[in-house]
């Protein structure tokens, strides 16, 4: 993999804080990643993406699992979401489809070096 062309960003502190500095470094990349995660959602379930957010968290029980599990990731999806200026569940939705392999491919996130 060639990582001379991602962004780095080298980020410290709470999980909370890490995600508020990611999400704040890399603002205008991850609404460009919003975007097109937004348009591939209504592309592939023909439905509008606003739709897919209410029926998401309703099919699934990731949410909890995540807030029981791995709080860390819970408070770093928050932070990243106020740092950038999105939607908490959209950046939730894309990190939880990121993990199980739904969304978004590596090309569309960040590289992170945790201090």
Same mark, same amino acid.
């Given at each position: 993999?060639?990582?001379?062309?991602?962004?780095?960003?080298?980020?410290?502190?709470?999980?909370?804080? %890490?995600?508020?500095?990611?999400? *704040? @470094?890399?603002?205008?990349? !991850? =609404? $460009?990643?919003? /975007?097109?995660?937004?348009?591939?959602?209504?592309?592939?379930?023909?439905?509008?993406?606003?739709?897919?957010?209410?029926?998401?968290?309703?099919?699934?029980?990731?949410?909890?699992?995540?807030? %029981?599990?791995?709080?860390?990731? *819970? @408070?770093?999806?928050?932070? !990243? =979401? $106020?740092?950038? /200026?999105?939607?908490?569940?959209?950046?939730?939705?894309?990190?939880?489809?990121?993990?199980?392999?739904?969304?978004?491919?590596?090309?569309?996130?960040?590289?992170?070096?945790?201090?």
């Amino acid at each position: 993999m060639r990582t001379d062309a991602m962004l780095i960003v080298d980020i410290a502190g709470s999980p909370y804080h %890490r995600g508020r500095a990611h999400g *704040e @470094a890399l603002r205008p990349q !991850i =609404a $460009e990643m919003v /975007g097109r995660w937004s348009r591939r959602v209504e592309q592939r379930t023909g439905v509008g993406v606003g739709t897919f957010l209410d029926r998401f968290p309703a099919d699934t029980d990731f949410r909890p699992a995540i807030a %029981r599990w791995t709080p860390e990731l *819970e @408070a770093e999806i928050r932070g !990243i =979401a $106020e740092g950038a /200026g999105q939607p908490e569940q959209i950046i939730g939705d894309v990190t939880i489809l990121h993990y199980t392999g739904g969304a978004p491919s590596a090309a569309d996130w960040a590289t992170l070096r945790v201090a």
